[in-house]
């Protein structure tokens, strides 16, 4: 690896241990082996290279939950709705534990927004780009194909994905189980009692 990638490798590190923003320039100086003249070289700033960072790290993070996989790697998904929801989530809910960090430093980044309007601008679009993801990993919906269906299914799955982190993150003792939200989803739906 080159200066930039011991870079990026250095910042993710950082922002797992210590968060956003307590992670220095030289904090990803010492993880990385490179110097701080890199930074600006590669980044242009500190704070440019750690919303890479960050991005870099909830793409991986949408890699590993996705139950339909990609490329060679690529499963296929139950044809009955519920089953396909119930495998996903138990998917996402079994990554609960090891994804903590990504889930604790997005909850940060959220909280620096209204102050950030760079951080806030940086992470719009892959945002966006996010959601048709969580549709074409999680749902095997291609966003291509069918990108209005896409956007509402990444939406909800974004909207849920948050919200379970949140509640593993606060209780993972009363915190939803896959089987929990299908049948939740069963209720909204008017097919439980």
């Not at 690896?1 to 490798?9: A, I, N, V, W």
């Not at 760079?118 to 549709?135: F, H, N, S, T, V």
């Not at 974004?158 to 915190?175: F, H, K, S, Y």
């Amino acid at each position: 690896m080159g200066h930039k990638e011991d870079l990026l490798e250095g910042a993710k590190r950082c922002l797992l241990e210590k968060g956003y923003g307590r992670t220095t320039a030289r904090d990803i100086v010492a993880a990385s082996g490179t110097n701080l003249a890199s930074i600006g070289y590669h980044y242009g700033s500190k704070d440019a290279l750690l919303q890479q960072a960050f991005l870099a790290l909830t793409e991986e993070w949408g890699q590993q939950v996705g139950p339909a996989g990609s490329g060679e790697e690529k499963r296929e998904l139950p044809a009955d709705p519920y089953q396909r929801f119930h495998a996903v989530w138990e998917q996402v809910i079994a990554a609960a534990g090891p994804s903590r960090p990504v889930w604790k430093l997005q909850t940060e980044i959220v909280t620096r927004l209204d102050d950030d309007e760079k951080l806030r601008d940086a992470i719009k679009e892959p945002q966006r780009e996010g959601r048709l993801g969580m549709a074409e990993g999680f749902l095997g919906i291609d966003p291509e194909a069918d990108p209005e269906k896409a956007r509402v299914a990444g939406l909800l799955c974004q909207a849920l994905a948050t919200g379970v982190m949140i509640q593993w993150m606060v209780d993972p003792e009363t915190a939803p189980s896959a089987e929990d939200l299908t049948e939740g989803l069963k209720v909204l739906m008017g097919e439980r009692d």
